[in-house]
């Protein structure tokens, strides 16, 4: 069974960063596309990012290009979001997901990770 965990989110400054982790188990994640997303209090979940397993370019929301990478470790089986230059409107939970090359439809979830950032 496929598990997502994430972990690193917490309070930060503006201007400041954040790293976020995302452990993943339970099968071979070859054939899959890592996603990042957040969800704002009261509004919808938005795509952050995306990163193939395999290898390949990454996928970045305008919010956050330049300011947000995606990497991925493939001996610890886990994919990070770095994130810099924080804003107060990054404040969010947020989910790693993932999902097989072969569709659109993010199928796995991880619990989330709340990232708050203060003005």
């Known amino acids: 069974q496929v598990q997502l965990v994430e972990s690193g989110g917490g309070l930060v400054q503006a201007g400041g960063s954040l790293r976020l982790s995302c452990a993943a188990s339970?099968?071979?994640?070859?054939?899959?596309?890592m996603g990042w997303f957040r969800q704002a209090p009261g509004k919808e979940r938005e795509f952050v990012g995306a990163i193939p397993w395999s290898g390949g370019r990454t996928y970045y929301a305008d919010s956050v290009k330049g300011r947000f990478t995606i990497s991925r470790d493939n001996a610890k089986n886990t994919v990070d979001l770095q994130m810099s230059s924080l804003k107060p409107e990054d404040t969010a939970v947020y989910y790693c997901?993932?999902?097989?090359?072969?569709?659109?439809?993010?199928?796995?979830w991880g619990q989330g990770t709340q990232v708050t950032v203060s003005s």
């Open positions: 997901a993932a999902r097989t090359i072969a569709t659109m439809q993010y199928e796995h």
């Open positions: 339970g099968r071979t994640f070859r054939n899959y596309v």
